[in-house]
DNA sequence: CAGGTAAGCGTACGGCGTATGCTCACCAGC
DNA sequence: GCTGGTGAGCATACGCCGTACGCTTACCTG
């Protein structure tokens, strides 16, 4: 009966998402997405109970576009787990103003879960138990969560490497050292470089 | 000449750790830590340029508590990882309110740097060179990090694997039963086991 | 065409970070 | 022992924020 809904849920996170790409996380609010759907700001309250909220829309919008189908079958797990990942990872990275959100509210989005779910399948296929199993879901989730943070903040640092080399080298000779050779080695290199060190751990 | 300060950087470090203990991360403003130190909020600014300045001293007081003299080296290299790795958590957990904070600042940390000094000493002892090493110290940092956070956060959300518990089973088989093997295991075993994953790639 | 229902808006409140200019406690020099 | 300069600390104010609350009004059903 009464008025029909203008907006979808989704357009709310889409909107959210254009604000936070365009100004960063910082000029995310309540008032910036109204006026980014040309609402008054109030009017999002009949969308969504709180900002809180309106959070969750925006990382169930970024993690829905990971890809959860499990890889081809016929290549070794530990590439299969790899290719998983490299599609989170790709996913988050499309949105670097929302990395934060994304580690706070993963949680209750469901294509985290989803991701999980296939992960986990690539796990047993390879022959590890229930319990190692925990371990190296929970492991992967640390390293991918973790690495996409200090890969980001590393950059706004404004060459954060740039920072560690002109450290003294009396003091801090290996990281001085360190940070010379880490300018060699890209983002993409050590991201997978990392992850293979799980995953050849887990290979006994 | 003029009056000398009342207080020290480290003063305002630990009123700002005593709110955040206190009433959490949230709770933490520019006037509830003047509060603490019975000072007017425009106090603070003689000390700290800004808010972050302020939440960067925190930090340094949280990581400050890390022991980083290397430990004995007649223990396996793997195992005095272990131990640095379990000095930065036990100090970080410490504070869970802050955690956030330790993420963001962490680059501008003196003790992180001295943290990361010593573990790359270890892996230089244990004969690893320096591309593997770059990679190796930001893997376990990327590890760190995130396992910390997940830890954190899963308890803020009252027992998460609750939550995944109560999955439909045809859908998430398989993260339906790993969220309840997870019960049986401890944060400090899966912290350590999540590690030892990482060790045991980075060891051929 | 009339009525009810909920969509959307306007206003307001308390809190935030902080720019700006004042007061006045302190100490060096006479 | 007084005086004057210096900067510590404070009071006020501005423009943001999230959001509680009550009104208007467009829409669909009968």
Same mark, same amino acid.
């Given at each position: 009966m009464p008025r029909p809904r203008s907006l979808t849920l989704d357009q709310l996170a889409l909107a959210a998402l254009a604000v936070i790409d365009r100004d &960063? $996380?910082?000029?995310?609010s309540m008032r910036t997405v109204a006026k980014e759907l040309a609402?008054?700001?109030? &009017? $999002?309250y009949r969308y969504v109970a709180d900002r809180e909220e309106l959070e969750g829309l925006v990382v169930d919008r970024v993690l829905g576009a990971v890809d959860a189908t499990p890889p081809?079958?016929?290549?070794?797990w530990q590439e299969r787990v790899e290719t998983m990942a490299g599609r989170l990872r790709d996913a988050v990275i499309r949105h670097p103003g929302a990395i934060p959100l994304t580690v706070v509210h993963r949680h209750h989005a469901a294509a985290g879960l989803r991701w999980s779910e296939t992960v986990l399948g690539i796990l047993a296929e390879a022959g590890i138990d229930d319990v190692r199993r925990v371990v190296a879901l929970r492991a992967l989730h640390a390293y991918v969560t973790g690495a996409i943070q200090l890969e980001h903040l590393g950059a706004l640092s404004g060459d954060g490497t740039a920072v560690i080399a002109a450290l003294p080298k009396d003091r801090f000779p290996l990281l001085a050292e360190t940070a010379r050779t880490a300018g060699g080695v890209g983002p993409d290199e050590e991201f997978s470089g990392g992850l293979r060190l799980i995953l050849r751990g887990l290979a006994d």
């Open positions: &960063g $996380l910082a000029g995310l609402m008054s700001p109030m &009017g $999002l081809p079958a016929d290549t070794p």
